[in-house]
Nanobody, 118 residues
Framework: QLRLVESGGGLVQPGGSLRLSCTAS????????ITWFRQAPGKERERVSC???????WPEDSVEGRFTLARDNAKNTIDLQMNSLKPEDTGVYYC????????????WGQGIQVTVSS
């Protein structure tokens, strides 16, 4: 069973930056596509960005140019670098793992809170 753990969330002012990390202790993540989702209070969960096993990334329009995904296979982590944060980026962020971007999301982390507020 692949267990994903997110880290790096917190409170940041608008315009600031945060880096979220997704890691697994039992299995290497380099064979999985990793997709980040978020859910704001009172809203449906939405996809943020995906990185495939070959390193290709697929960000949503709402975060393109501000959020980047990268793999660190030595650390077995996938990092979501979030810049120019806006209040509407607030929510619980989840990392998921699957066989490919846009395919089934087989494994989910527990989620981590990101709050963008002054």
């Amino acid at each position: 069973q692949l267990r994903l753990v997110e880290s790096g969330g917190g409170l940041v002012q608008p315009g600031g930056s945060l880096r979220l990390s997704c890691t697994a202790s039992e299995y290497p993540l380099n064979y999985y596509a990793i997709t980040w989702f978020r859910q704001a209070p009172g809203k449906e969960r939405e996809r943020v960005s995906c990185i495939s096993s070959d390193g290709s990334t697929w960000p949503e329009d709402s975060v393109e140019g501000r959020f980047t995904l990268a793999r660190d296979n030595a650390k077995n982590t996938i990092d979501l670098q979030m810049n120019s944060l806006k209040p509407e980026d607030t929510g619980v962020y989840y990392c998921t793992a699957g066989l490919g971007c846009g395919l089934a999301y087989d494994y989910w982390g527990q989620g981590i809170q990101v709050t963008v507020s002054s």
